[in-house]
T-cell receptor, first 113, second 113 residues
Framework: KQEVTQIPAALSVPEGENLVLNCSFTDSAIYNLQWFRQDPGKGLTSLLLIQSSQREQTSGRLNASLDKSSGRSTLYIAASQPGDSATYLCAVIPRDYGQNFVFGPGTRLSVLP | SAVISQKPSRDICQRGTSLTIQCQVDSQVTMMFWYRQQPGQSLTLIATANQGSEATYESGFVIDKFPISRPNLTFSTLTVSNMSPEDSSIYLC??????????FGSGTQLSVL
């Protein structure tokens, strides 16, 4: 059964710092991995999608990497800003479409001005 | 991509009443997913809604408590019936579109008194 964990559970950094969020999954048979941002009480906003054949994806100050063999993905945020404060979740899309997407518990990020 | 309009965005309800949440997608999609996110928790799939057939419920969720309608390929509703304080959560609808990417509505934050 696929399980997804995220470390750290919470992170507080001063503005301007570069930071890395980690996502680990137990079954490497995945189709995609997707990173989301969630503001309090709101829905999820897609940040980056990495297909299983890809190693990384970039969008602006965000870079996500995927190492399927070791069951790990990282989300790198450069030059963090207070507006980046949110919860970041990763989700694994299984190769077998009959299975459900599996979400990690999230990392709660606070960027202090 | 897919844009999902979800409403209401939040509601405060009395114990024993029911609330219907609506999701409208800007394109036709085969499957729509309904998730629950309890306070401080990650997402849990309630059911998958296919147009023209009965929804498929996950373990721990039943149709009498969470009836779902899917009248066409762009619209779905989830009803939370006979609510209790334990139903206080964020409810989210989502779809898969383009390259197996998951898109979410803006969420419904439900508080039951």
């Amino acid at each position: 059964k696929q399980e997804v964990t995220q470390i750290p559970a919470a992170l507080s950094v001063p503005e301007g710092e570069n930071l890395v969020l980690n996502c680990s999954f137990t079954d490497s048979a995945i189709y995609n991995l997707q990173w989301f941002r969630q503001d309090p009480g709101k829905g999820l906003t897609s940040l980056l999608l990495i297909q299983s054949s890809q190693r990384e994806q970039t969008s602006g100050r965000l870079n996500a990497s995927l190492d399927k063999s070791s069951g790990r993905s990282t989300l790198y945020i450069a030059a963090s800003q207070p507006g980046d404060s949110a919860t970041y979740l990763c989700a694994v899309i299984p190769r077998d479409y009959g299975q459900n997407f599996v979400f990690g518990p999230g990392t709660r990020l606070s960027v202090l001005p | 991509s897919a844009v999902i309009s979800q409403k209401p965005s939040r509601d405060i309800c009395q114990r024993g009443t029911s609330l219907t949440i609506q999701c409208q997608v800007d394109s036709q999609v085969t499957m729509m997913f309904w998730y629950r996110q309890q306070p401080g928790q990650s997402l849990t799939l309630i059911a998958t809604a296919n147009q023209g057939s009965e929804a498929t419920y996950e373990s721990g969720f039943v149709i009498d408590k969470f009836p779902i309608s899917r009248p066409n390929l762009t619209f779905s509703t989830l009803t939370v019936s006979n609510m209790s304080p334990e139903d206080s959560s964020i409810y989210l609808c989502s779809v898969v579109a383009g390259n197996e990417k998951l898109f979410f509505g803006s969420g419904t934050q439900l508080s039951v008194l």
